[in-house]
């Protein structure tokens, strides 16, 4: 049997008969039943509200009950319990438990980005209701207290299954109905906002500004007050917004074009018939320079899209939504878990756009799919496609791009000469001869006029014998997309020096380009040799280093293999990188952190190449010496996750057993594996043998190799079970000689200092650590040992003093560059901020969030979530401060040190909601989750309480239902 009170009481038996209930009576008491099904209702309070005139007698209720139970049979019985009655049907069977469980998964898939998923469950949700709920019961206090409940719920739900709407594109269907509901309920602030969303996605910038306003307005007559942060994010974002996204544009060029006048009046002619064209032909060709002249003389509005350096064609969508300047923030409200391709039919399904495609060749398949579907889907769009080969679609119109005539070739050439050498000139048989050899290709013909700067043409043109036997005789099984480039780059690689193309091949193991002097050291030349090459175009110079084009680079590497040289290549540029960061690690532990930081930031990409080779070599001992040298610098920076897969790769490769004189290093390897998202299991594996490792590095007289280890192995075990030998360890170092490890003990010891309860004594430590960091200079210790500090403050009611500290702290982190330690602070700046300044606290956790975001630290994310949902908490918004929270306990790291305080303060505010609720067996279940949090501390809950800063009024509550 069905029973629905979301309007008017009805009841249907499964066949979907309806049950006549009878009069106002018998229906009111059945509707105050299933306000709670299976819970019982006095039958006083039954009687009181069936006839709120006093004339329902025991007897009478008693009567109506016996009839109530008759109409309904055996499908759904009535109870007798104790002084009441209670109807015993499914939650599921009553339309109004029906709706708040679809309503509540619907928000949970919009929340974990499933808006698709979101919109069907809320939709089904909302066609529950056919009326007001609990109709016909205006002077029951137990119906209204339930409709007014329903209805907010219901309104909550709308609210979910619009952004909902709106994250799937469905903008314009939605602006009818939200400004009717705007204008139901004017002080709605998310409301406003989504009308805001849908109206700029629209193009209605200006109308959206007008329900800001509007909404201020209201806001300050009736209630008095501003428009929340968020609102005022939104209009701020609103005022400064593109309306429209804006394409990348054709790259600007630097040189003149020849020779290809006629062919780009032609393409553009062919573009107005055909949606897609494709330029092919060989590389070297100008195939790139063609399609931007097309593009410069179309009249339709034009993306341009790069595709060289794309290797994933899987992202290939998204490079193109990037292009188009869409947003996955903000105005836009994110994707919703909707498909890149589906995003960019929304985009373009009736823009009239010139959609250039370069470089398709080695992604062809994928671009074919793509580009088959947009074209199908979007009628307005056109292509104009780069490849050396079709992309093979129905459609489809190729466009042939031939090397340039003797004519054109011979101007391209002399153009391009003169600009390497003023005044040149040639005569036109020597120069259409230097062309003819490199088959007219324009880019053959751009390099070979650039080695004028040192050679004479006389000098170019007697090389080409040689180099045209080789083209010649070019082989068969080479890949047909890479012969002619192949040819082009070949040539000019043969132009080279023996010398020069040593270094050019062993610069190829560089990633991310090298300075002059990493350069100089791994490619064992000289300074000459590397400018030759720079004046060659192999190189190119940029921001004080060196890189190379990937298309010679791949040659290169190609050279690097047929000479054999690879391993020792690789091995010299490890052994360089490494050999960089044992010489930048001293620093950064002293005032030379800002000068060696961005050293190694800039060195970052050839330090994860490095560790690759060394782990798929084999090379266990470079492996882990590498990550030793680097791991301060991984952890200042916040980026120790980048080589947390290499770092498990190792791990499984070595076993349990570290190599011989590697212990410490070993210890390292373990902690980076651990920052990773799947660390936990391998942490868990190689713990014990770390421990003993360590130990045995710094027991000695001698200290050990790498100082950090000490602080970062306190702090991954600080949240462990048993995290006494780890403080044992790393405490006793407090009388060693080196002041950073000194500092590092002082800090450490001041927590033990915390569990006995002995402030004083913690505060004195954590002040010698402060002062043992700031004598050498280190920013990253000192901001550390401050945060502490300034939590100390905080937790003894000196908040002015905290805010003080944390803003010191906050500086030097800044200075570093340090994201994910800057964002953590702010949080704790936030909660420090949030007794006294809710609005600099809600900023500070927003601006926590996107520091969290883009640092990629899920651990911190959660802390700002969990500060925002204080806020919210604070500000009686019980349904959106327990979705945070419980968002930030689903993001935290609960065997990281760091993260406890805010797990404590998650679980606490999730009590708090329950307790507002009056959930208190909820409440009281979350607070014996705080206390055994807290455990780990050592110190009793309450005093553990305290230390993280939560106010006597919560710590006396916690304490008060955790002994019940």
Not at 26 to 46: H, I, N, S
Not at 256 to 275: K, Q
């Amino acid at each position: 049997m069905r029973f629905a009170i979301l309007g008017e009481t009805r009841a249907w038996r499964d066949d979907g008969t309806e049950v006549p209930l009878g009069g106002p009576a018998r229906r009111a008491l059945l509707a105050l039943l299933l306000v709670r099904p299976g819970e019982v209702v006095p039958a006083d309070r039954l009687a009181d509200e069936v006839d709120p005139g006093g004339a329902l007698s025991a007897h009478a209720l008693q009567s109506q009950v016996s009839r109530l139970r008759t109409a309904l049979g055996s499908a759904a019985a009535i109870e007798r319990a104790g002084a009441g009655y209670r109807i015993v049907v499914a939650d599921d069977d009553v339309d109004a438990c029906r709706f708040e469980r679809l309503a509540q998964e619907g928000r949970a898939a919009l929340r974990d980005g499933e808006a698709g998923r979101a919109v069907v469950l809320l939709r089904e949700a909302l066609e529950l209701w056919r009326g007001p709920a609990l109709a016909g019961l205006a002077e029951s206090r137990t119906a209204q207290t339930a409709a007014v409940r329903l209805e907010e719920r219901r309104l909550g739900a709308l609210e979910d299954r619009i952004e909902g709407e709106l994250r799937l594109g469905e903008h314009r269907a939605a602006v009818a109905e939200l400004r009717e509901l705007v204008g139901r309920h004017p002080l709605r602030e998310r409301l406003a906002g989504l009308l805001m969303r849908a109206l700029f996605a629209e193009g209605g910038q200006a109308e959206a500004l007008v329900v800001f306003e509007e909404t201020r307005r209201h806001l300050a007559d009736e209630l008095g007050a501003d428009p929340s942060a968020e609102l005022v994010a939104l209009h701020r974002e609103l005022l400064s917004a593109d309306p429209s996204p804006t394409p990348v544009a054709p790259p600007a060029q630097l040189t003149s074009f020849v020779g290809r006048a006629d062919e780009v009046a032609g393409v553009a002619d062919l573009l107005r018939v055909a949606r897609l064209v494709t330029l092919a032909g060989p590389g070297g060709v100008g195939k790139t320079r063609l399609s931007v002249e097309v593009a410069a003389v179309a009249a339709d509005d034009v993306c341009f899209v790069e595709l060289a350096p794309l290797r994933d064609g899987g992202a290939l969508a998204q490079v193109l939504l990037g292009a188009l300047g869409l947003r996955a923030n903000g105005l836009q409200l994110g994707d919703g878990g909707q498909k890149p391709v589906d995003r960019l039919i929304g985009a373009l399904s009736d823009r009239l756009l010139l959609l250039v495609l370069d470089n398709c060749e080695h992604l062809v398949e994928e671009a074919a799919a793509l580009v088959a579907r947009l074209l199908a889907a979007c009628p307005r769009l056109r292509v104009l496609a780069t490849s050396r080969e079709p992309l093979g679609i129905i459609g489809e119109h190729l466009w042939q791009v031939r090397p340039l005539d003797d004519d054109a070739a011979a101007w391209l050439f002399t153009d391009r000469a003169r600009a390497v050498r003023r005044g040149f000139a040639a005569g036109s048989r020597l120069v259409r001869r230097i062309c003819a050899a490199l088959d007219n290709l324009p880019l053959a013909i751009e390099l070979a006029a650039a080695r004028l700067r040192t050679l004479d043409i006389e000098d170019l043109a007697g090389r080409l014998d040689d180099r045209l036997a080789v083209a010649a005789r070019g082989s068969r099984t080479t890949d047909e997309r890479h012969r002619t480039l192949r040819s082009v780059v070949a040539w000019s690689w043969e132009l080279l020096s023996e010398p020069e193309q040593r270094a050019a091949r062993w610069f190829t193991v560089f990633a991310g380009g090298a300075t002059a002097e990493s350069a100089l050291r791994v490619c064992g030349t000289d300074g000459e040799t590397l400018e030759s090459l720079a004046d060659k175009s192999l190189l190119e110079v940029s921001g004080g280093r060196y890189r190379m084009l990937e298309t010679i680079r791949a040659y290169g590497a190609e050279r690097l293999d047929a000479a054999g040289e690879r391993e020792p290549a690789r091995r010299a540029h490890a052994r360089h990188v490494l050999e960089l960061a044992r010489t930048a690690d001293p620093h950064l532990r002293q005032a030379g952190q800002l000068e060696w930081l961005p050293v190694l930031a800039a060195e970052h990409a050839d330090l994860l190449a490095a560790v690759r080779w060394a782990v798929e070599a084999r090379e266990a001992e470079t492996a882990l010496q590498l990550l030793a040298a680097a791991s301060t610098y991984l952890w200042i920076r916040g980026v120790a996750a980048s080589v947390a897969p290499q770092a498990i790769a190792l791990l499984d490769a070595l076993g349990v057993a570290p190599p011989a004189g590697l212990g410490e290093e070993y210890v390292v390897c373990v902690l980076l594996a651990a920052s990773g998202e799947a660390g936990r299991p391998v942490w868990q594996r190689h713990r014990a043998q770390a421990e003993q490792a360590l130990a045995a590095a710094w027991s000695g007289a001698q200290p050990g190799r790498h100082p950090a280890v000490l602080l970062l192995w306190m702090l991954r075990n600080a949240g462990e079970a048993d995290p006494h030998g780890a403080f044992a360890l790393v405490s006793s170092q407090r009388d060693r000689p080196e002041p950073w490890v000194r500092a590092v003990a002082e800090y450490v010891w001041g927590f033990g200092h915390l569990g006995e309860g002995d402030n004083a004594a913690a505060e004195r430590g954590f002040g010698a650590a402060v002062e043992g960091f700031r004598s050498l200079g280190d920013r990253w210790g000192t901001a550390l040992a401050l945060d502490t500090l300034a939590s100390l403050a905080g937790a003894r009611g000196d908040r002015a003093t905290a805010i003080a500290l944390t803003d010191e702290a906050l500086a030097l982190t800044e200075q570093l560059g340090a994201l994910e330690d800057s964002a953590d602070l702010l949080v704790n700046r936030g909660d420090h901020f949030a007794g006294d300044d809710a609005a600099a606290a809600r900023a500070d956790y927003a601006r926590a969030a996107g520091l969290a975001r883009r640092a990629g630290s899920a651990t911190t994310l959660a802390a700002a979530l969990r500060g925002l949902g204080d806020i919210a908490l604070l500000e009686q918004d019980l349904a959106e401060a327990e979705r945070l929270y419980a968002e930030a306990l689903e993001r935290i790291d609960p065997y990281w040190i760091k993260s406890l305080g805010n797990r404590v303060r998650a679980l606490a505010g999730l009590g708090r909601v329950a307790e507002a609720r009056g959930d208190h067996a909820t409440a009281r279940s979350r607070y014996r989750e705080i206390a055994g949090s807290a455990a780990v501390i050592g110190a009793s809950t309450p005093d553990a309480l305290r230390l993280m800063g939560l106010p006597e009024s919560l710590i006396e509550a916690v304490s008060r239902l955790i002994c019940r």
